[in-house]
């Protein structure tokens, strides 16, 4: 079993706060209904987010350093931001293709917060058990860090390769069987997923959207949960990171959606984090690279990256 500094009750008390957050979402802010969101709207609660992880990190370092010293907990809150900044930063590829998946199926903007709403709380689930199952792999077969680091060096290139292309949805096996399946109708009912008509149960395009979104974030989560096995193997640093990384989704999709062009040269960062991280996992054994100096490159990739994507769309502009 590997290591965790969790104890019971804080995955306790961290499974109550996403729970509560996401009721907060759905009840008290109409989370599940049609509704625009505007820049300014996905700014604020983009900062939101951002500011709880940040507060997590604090908060996770006083408490360990009263209970197991400083230098862990100083070592423990900063695996949680490099694998949140990991986490965020590659949850930017899934806004890329949330604005294609949606532009495809030319979905209404009122209608998307409700898709990403529901993909966040199939997200959250399908990343429990694919943590969990990586954590047990991990613990069970240790060599399988240095397959996950060939997986993300591989990856990484592909992502080089294959920046320009986009992917072909209606060639989708998964979206081929379902519409073979299932009725469906000739187009939106308000933000419904499912209708009656004739007295029958029919599904409306918006689910077909559903599932596409579902479809991204587990091929996404393929990619990023061995990513931030290259940071730390504690349980409890990958799952919160990965947590916070997703209840951020929704807003950063909102907030880039408008000028995702603009950051158009972002997935070379991107891709080049996954091939640095895949490095760094199979060198672990000869050249540990300290976790300060992860985030620090990390961090040089990506805003290296966004400012050489503003410098080039001003230049053309």
């Not at 209404?108 to 969990?132: N, S």
């Not at 596409?212 to 990513?227: G, H, K, M, T």
């Amino acid at each position: 079993m590997l290591h965790t500094i969790a104890e019971p009750w804080m995955w306790g008390a961290f499974i109550a706060f996403v729970l509560a957050m996401i009721a907060l979402d759905v009840f008290a802010l109409n989370g599940s209904k049609s509704h625009k969101v505007s820049v300014k709207e996905a700014a604020i609660w983009s900062g939101v987010w951002i500011s709880l992880a940040l507060l997590f990190a604090y908060g996770l370092k006083l408490y360990l350093t009263n209970t197991v010293g400083s230098e862990i907990a100083n070592a423990k809150a900063m695996e949680f931001l490099a694998g949140y900044v990991i986490e965020k930063s590659l949850s930017v590829d899934n806004v890329f293709v949330f604005l294609l998946i949606f532009g495809h199926f030319s979905v209404p903007v009122q209608y998307q917060r409700k898709v990403l709403l529901y993909g966040v709380l199939g997200a959250i689930v399908m990343r429990i058990c694919m943590i969990l199952a990586g954590t047990w792999v991990v613990s069970q077969f240790a060599w399988v860090l240095y397959f996950f680091g060939i997986f993300l060096l591989f990856t990484g290139m592909r992502m080089l390769v294959a920046t320009e292309k986009e992917p072909d949805l209606n060639a989708n096996p998964v979206l081929r069987l379902v519409k073979k399946m299932l009725p469906f109708t000739d187009g939106y009912r308000e933000e419904k997923f499912s209708v009656i008509e004739n007295g029958k149960r029919v599904f409306t395009p918006l689910f077909l959207v559903l599932i596409l979104i579902e479809i991204s974030d587990v091929v996404f989560a393929v990619d990023s949960i061995p990513a931030i096995f290259a940071i730390t193997t504690d349980p409890f640093i990958v799952f919160t990171s990965n947590i916070f990384a997703i209840m951020g989704l929704r807003a950063l999709y909102f907030l880039l959606a408008d000028m995702a062009d603009r950051f158009h040269l972002l997935k070379f960062g991107l891709a080049f984090v996954l091939m640095f991280v895949g490095v760094k996992m199979l060198i672990v054994e000869w050249i540990h690279v300290p976790t300060s100096i992860s985030l620090m490159v990390i961090g040089v990739l990506l805003a290296g990256s966004i400012i050489a994507s503003l410098v080039s769309t001003r230049k053309k502009d």
